[in-house]
């Protein structure tokens, strides 16, 4: 049933043929969502009168050749399906639509009468005359020949892909299936394969990758940045001077199989916390991680790593390294920090030491925020604070969204260099944490920083 009936229409169309109204004003009194659908009925009605205005219901069949002329004049012209579908007399213009598509897909045979009725489950194969001279009766064999050997081949080749499909990632070779070779005209006729269709393939198949360089690229930024996501791809691409965009730079990705996968859910073991054994502080920093001055929030906590290292008897047994690093909340970057085999204040106290040295260039009093772990409750530590006229902060009780910076800090380090590997000592493991900082600091971009690394980014603040 139509959406509107023939007498609505009329109704509407002799509105604007007095004048009440344009097609939007008409469109907007009648309720029609589009002035569009106004505009294309009076075409209509311009063009067949009430004939326009009626939605055929008859099942009318049309010709090949004037399926394949409506098709040509769509492909060769810049008409539209309405227009054309006016043009021709034909009520529907969705009929053109699956015309064009059926064509584009498999040529002018798409467009020729099927045939109607249940298709037969198998051919049944052509009975051989003997009655028939010899030479005929030869010929006759030989075409049954040759159509059985090429659907043997067929079959044959689809077997050959798939088992290469399934083993495309071992270094295998596989030989051919068939060394007879056929005439395409006969491999055609007996697939039933358009050969517009093949063509249209075989073009696809031998058309040059038109992304080849910026796949180079892309994969020249993975070998040296190992859990960039398709995001900092795109950044570093684009500050190498590319214009791309970010869903092509994605599609790319997922194309090429470089899909981070190094970041799983895990949780944080190490708790500092040893209720209170010192002086606790108030929370001054209140979740304001933000800030535009360099230097002036800094924070700070302590997380433990695992590494297995034998005994004298052989047996394997678990050790552990302890983390310190105090990071600044206005580019992200590690200030200082210190690394130990068990949490000690001395450790804590020269990086403490170290960031203060560091920060000294802030014209604004600094503010150096941690949880409420016992190393931070410490006098010393208090009194360090307060002697170089630093504000100290304090989470709250067991809510360690209050220091998220520093967590999300621990996430990443923890994500890209300790999940899913195994550390053999305490200097093997120190090492790569080492690295990894440094490489965090100058070479690993964020989004937040506009794809700059932490290093950079200040650098680039202090220079404008």
């Known amino acids: 049933m139509a959406k509107y009936s023939f007498e609505f229409k009329k109704q509407v169309i002799m509105a604007y043929e007095n004048q009440e109204g344009g097609y939007e004003s008409l469109a907007k009194k009648y309720g029609i969502p589009s002035l569009t659908t106004v505009k294309t009925w009076h075409k209509s009605y311009k063009e067949f009168g009430d004939d326009g205005l009626v939605r055929s219901r008859e099942n009318k069949s049309y010709p090949f050749d004037f ?34 598509n059926d064509f584009r897909i498999a040529g002018p045979a798409a467009l020729r009468e099927k045939s109607k009725g249940r298709r037969p489950k198998m051919a049944k194969p052509e009975k051989i005359d003997h009655t028939d001279d010899h030479g005929a009766y030869l010929k006759q064999l030989e075409d049954e020949n040759l159509k059985l050997r090429i659907e043997v081949a067929y079959l044959k080749e689809l077997r050959r892909l798939r088992l290469e499909e399934e083993a495309q990632n071992k270094e295998q070779e596989v030989s051919a299936t068939s060394g007879d070779l056929f005439q395409l005209k006969d491999i055609l006729a007996v697939l039933k394969f358009p050969k517009a269709t093949y063509m249209y393939w075989q073009k696809r198949f031998d058309k040059e990758n038109p992304d080849k360089e910026i796949e180079e690229k892309i994969l020249e930024i993975r070998d040296e940045h190992k859990d960039f996501g398709y995001r900092r791809i795109l950044g ?115 990086a403490l030491n170290e960031a203060i040295e560091v920060t000294n260039d802030c014209k604004f009093r600094r503010t150096f925020h941690s949880d409420r772990g ?67 600091n100058n070479k690993r971009t964020k989004q937040k920083l506009g794809y700059f690394s932490p290093v950079e980014y200040r650098l680039k603040y202090l220079a404008a």
């Not at 691409?237 to 997922?254: D, E, S, T």
């Not at 970041?263 to 040893?274: A, C, G, L, V």
């Not at 302590?302 to 552990?320: P, R, V």
Request: with cysteine; proline share 1%; hydrophobic share 35%.
């Open 236 to 350: 570093e691409l684009r500050k190498a001077g590319w214009h791309v965009n970010k869903k092509k730079v994605q599609r790319l990705v997922q194309k090429l199989g470089l899909q981070v996968k190094s970041y799983t859910r895990k949780s944080r073991k190490y708790s500092s916390y040893k209720g209170i054994v010192g002086r606790i502080c108030k929370n001054w920093v209140k979740r304001r991680f933000n800030t535009n001055i360099v230097h002036q929030k800094i924070t700070t906590d302590t997380t433990e790593f695992k590494y297995y290292t034998f005994d004298s008897n052989g047996k394997l047994i678990t050790k552990k390294l302890y983390l310190d690093p105090f990071l600044d909340m206005f580019n992200g970057e590690i200030l200082s920090y210190s690394i130990t085999k068990t949490p000690s204040a001395e450790g804590i106290m020269a």
């Open 67 to 100: 399926k394949l002329s409506v098709v040509e004049l769509y492909l060769t012209t810049e008409i539209s399906y309405q227009e054309l579908a006016l043009k021709m007399g034909i009520n529907n213009p969705s009929l053109i639509t699956r015309w064009v």
């Open 374 to 440: 016992w190393a931070y409750q410490m006098k010393r530590y208090s009194r360090t604070l307060k002697e170089n006229r630093i504000f100290q902060s304090m989470t709250r009780k067991g809510n360690c969204l209050d220091n998220s910076v520093m967590e999300n800090f621990f996430g990443l380090l923890k994500q890209e260099i300790y999940y899913g590997n195994t550390f053999y000592s305490f200097d093997e493991l120190k090492l790569a944490i080492e690295n990894f900082i440094d490489y965090y």
